[in-house]
Every structure is written in C-alpha cells, then in structure tokens.
C-alpha cells in the first residue's frame, strides 16, 4: 500500500484566489474663495488591506496658528508624526507661505529617512541613513552595500498632504507636500485635491470654472459637486467641511448644506446624457467600413 503524500503546509492559496490589495479610497479637496477664506472638502473613509470604514477620521490637522493640513494615505497613522514634526519646525518662526513649506517639506524627508532606516537598516541597531551613507564601504562590502541600497530605493511613501492656511499679511495660500517630499503652490489656481479621487475632484472643478473669484457659496458647492464625483472611483460616501477664515480659526457649516447640494447632484446637477439624445443616436444609421486583408 502506498502512502498518501503529505500536505504540504502552510497551503498555498493559488494566485488567482488570493485577495487583491485593496487600495485607499480617499479625497481631500481645498479652494481659495473671493472673500479670502478657504473651503476645505473631505471624506471620512479609512481603508486596510481587508477592510474599509467610512465616517471614522478627521483627515485635518492644525501645524501653526493659521495653518493646517488635509492628508490622504493608506496609512494615515503615518501622517500624524510628520504633522507633530512640522509644527514642533514652525514653533517661533515667521508665519510666511515659505516657511510653512520648508517646515513642512523637511518634517515629511525626515520621517521618510527614519522610516526607510527603520525597515532596511533596523537589523543593524541604531544605524541611521547618515551614519549608513557615510561608513557603508567601510562596514559592509561591496555586494551587501549595494543590496541594502536596492532595498532602500524601493521603499516608498503613499503619503499626501494639503496645507491651507494664511500668512502674517492674511493672505490665503495652498500647497502640496508629496513623496519624496517635493511640494507645489496652488495659490494662482485657487484650488487642489489630493486622494484617488483627486483628479476626478479637480476634472470637475475645472468644468465648474472653479477659480479664487469664486464666491464663498458658490466654492463650497463646487466642492461638494466635486467630493460627490469622486465617490463615483470609490471616495467615502460621508463628509466634512470646515471654512477657514484670517484670525478666527475654523468655521462651522450648517447641517442641511450637505444633504441638499447632495439631492440637487443627483437629481439635476451630475452629467448624465438625454434619453432622446440616446434614443436619436441609436436610430441613425452608422455604417461601419469593413475591414479586409
């Protein structure tokens, strides 16, 4: 009798029944208004690998006195220290739309820098990236130098961050802090997102002719229209809105401005096509050229 071959274990789950990763689903949307005050837009969702949950964070947080910053990724946990980081940068500084970059620039390369050491070099016990770049001919060889090189320049940051916020003259600004820590000012458009939705957010905006002349009620629509467009590649279905002012800090929005400007997108706002116009193209005749070889 011949015995049964054993099962191998753990048992591998074939490729095509393995779950896919899931991707963070997420948007923050700011804009400039005529009355120099900012509305900020965002969903709630958080996403893991396995799961997703809508209405659980506040992606905003305050780095200075008029500053603060809108932040998407799939792991938001990593946001919360290069915020702590920028604001401990910004303490005592001049509050001017440089220095609120560069503090906000340099916290982001640190704590990538520390993270990338942390998870290639840990191994080796409080090496950090300098003292790696500096002695690694003359710890490692040649072959372990380059392999620990490679393994650094694959770890990347999902990290996004939307600061909004004012000067020393009142004056409203908006930039982006993105991997590896490179950044850009939105103050002439007036607008940006960032998120997976982002570009489906500002696609809107531009056909909305979003611009820093808008007013404050007509922004705070546009946006919401927007927020609503990225649900459409999976955005979370629930919202926050604040309204930054020069001095007072944020101010609240009304309950009922969400739900209506939500029924008015669905019902008349959202492009959609005409049945008759459907209906018009259907019935014509649209002779397709044969293709022979």
Same mark, same amino acid.
Request: charged share 20%; hydrophobic share 40%; proline share 6%.
């Given at each position: 009798?011949?015995?049964?071959?054993?099962? @191998?274990?753990?048992?591998?789950?074939?490729?095509?029944?393995?779950?896919? #990763?899931?991707?963070?689903?997420? *948007? =923050?949307?700011?804009?400039?208004? #005529?009355?120099?005050?900012? $509305?900020?837009?965002?969903?709630?969702?958080?996403?893991?690998?396995?799961?997703? /949950?809508? /209405?659980? !964070? *506040?992606?905003?947080?305050?780095? !200075?006195?008029?500053?603060?910053?809108?932040?998407?990724?799939?792991?938001?946990? &990593? =946001?919360?220290?290069?915020?702590?980081?920028? /604001?401990?940068?910004?303490?005592?500084?001049?509050?001017?739309?440089? $220095?609120?970059?560069?503090?906000?620039?340099? /916290?982001?390369?640190?704590?990538?820098?520390?993270?990338?050491?942390?998870?290639?070099?840990? @191994?080796?016990?409080?090496?950090?990236?300098?003292?790696?770049?500096?002695?690694?001919?003359?710890?490692?060889?040649?072959?372990?130098?380059?392999?620990?090189?490679?393994?650094?320049?694959?770890?990347?940051?999902?990290?996004?961050?939307?600061?909004?916020?004012?000067?020393?003259?009142?004056?409203?600004?908006?930039?982006? *802090?993105?991997?590896?820590?490179?950044? !850009?000012?939105?103050?002439?458009?007036?607008?940006?997102?960032?998120?997976?939705?982002?570009?489906?957010?500002?696609?809107?905006?531009?056909?909305?002719?979003?611009?820093?002349?808008?007013?404050?009620?007509?922004?705070?629509?546009?946006?919401? =229209? !927007?927020?609503?467009?990225?649900?459409? %590649?999976?955005?979370?279905?629930?919202?926050?809105?604040?309204?930054?002012?020069?001095?007072?800090? +944020?101010?609240?929005?009304?309950?009922? %401005?969400?739900?209506?400007?939500? &029924?008015? +997108?669905?019902?008349?706002? &959202?492009?959609?096509?005409?049945?008759?116009?459907?209906?018009?193209?259907?019935?014509?005749?649209? %002779? %397709?050229?044969?293709?022979?070889?």
């Amino acid at each position: 009798m011949i015995p049964p071959k054993p099962r @191998r274990f753990p048992h591998q789950i074939p490729k095509h029944k393995r779950p896919k #990763l899931r991707k963070q689903m997420t *948007v =923050c949307i700011a804009a400039i208004t #005529l009355e120099k005050s900012i $509305v900020t837009v965002s969903d709630t969702m958080v996403t893991t690998f396995m799961s997703s /949950a809508d /209405a659980t !964070a *506040v992606k905003i947080e305050s780095f !200075a006195k008029s500053w603060e910053a809108m932040m998407a990724s799939d792991d938001l946990t &990593q =946001c919360q220290p290069i915020i702590e980081r920028a /604001a401990k940068y910004f303490r005592n500084r001049a509050n001017t739309l440089q $220095v609120a970059r560069s503090c906000l620039k340099r /916290a982001y390369q640190q704590h990538l820098t520390e993270l990338v050491a942390d998870r290639v070099l840990g @191994r080796f016990g409080s090496l950090s990236m300098d003292a790696f770049l500096k002695s690694k001919s003359k710890r490692f060889t040649e072959s372990v130098s380059q392999s620990l090189m490679s393994q650094i320049q694959q770890v990347t940051a999902d990290w996004q961050f939307l600061a909004a916020g004012f000067d020393a003259k009142k004056k409203p600004h908006l930039f982006t *802090v993105e991997e590896p820590g490179t950044d !850009a000012v939105y103050d002439g458009i007036g607008f940006c997102a960032i998120g997976s939705g982002r570009y489906a957010a500002e696609s809107l905006l531009f056909q909305l002719q979003q611009s820093a002349i808008c007013t404050m009620p007509k922004t705070l629509i546009n946006l919401l =229209c !927007a927020k609503f467009a990225a649900e459409k %590649v999976g955005a979370g279905r629930n919202t926050y809105m604040l309204i930054l002012k020069p001095g007072s800090g +944020w101010c609240s929005i009304p309950t009922w %401005v969400e739900p209506t400007v939500r &029924q008015r +997108w669905e019902t008349q706002i &959202q492009p959609r096509i005409p049945d008759d116009l459907l209906q018009r193209v259907a019935d014509a005749e649209i %002779v %397709v050229p044969v293709w022979k070889p």
